[in-house]
């Protein structure tokens, strides 16, 4: 054999397995961006909702205790929610529990205080 400079078959069959390994380990985490991405999103928009349907709750006159349910169309989707309407140690105050979902599950909740009236 002679001593030419350069790379043996050996050594660019290591490089290309290092390389790879680095390329699936960028593409995974670029995945999980992704995905990321997409859950902040979801809780967010969830998050509006539940302030729409407890600020709805916070202006309604004579807003009775109870539980109510219903579902409301926002970004080209369905969220499920359910208010619960309930009373507190004051007799001058209501407490209101908003809970919004996806059929993933629970996305966001927000509770309320709003004066009997």
């Not at 001058?92 to 979902?101: C, N, T, Y």
Request: aromatic residues 4%; without cysteine.
């Amino acid at each position: 054999m002679t001593d030419r400079p350069g790379f043996t078959l050996v050594e660019v069959l290591v490089a290309l397995a290092v390389f790879s390994l680095a390329a699936l380990a960028l593409l995974n985490l670029s995945g999980e961006n992704t995905r990321s991405a997409a859950r902040v999103e979801t809780r967010t928009l969830a998050g509006v909702v539940a302030e729409n349907v407890g600020i709805e709750a916070v202006i309604a006159p004579g807003l009775a205790d109870g539980e109510t349910a219903g579902e409301t169309g926002m970004a080209g989707r369905t969220w499920r929610w359910t208010r619960v309407v309930t009373g507190t140690d004051d007799p001058g105050l209501q407490r209101i529990e908003v809970r919004v979902s996806t059929d993933e599950g629970q996305v966001s909740d927000r509770t309320l205080f709003r004066t009997r009236g």
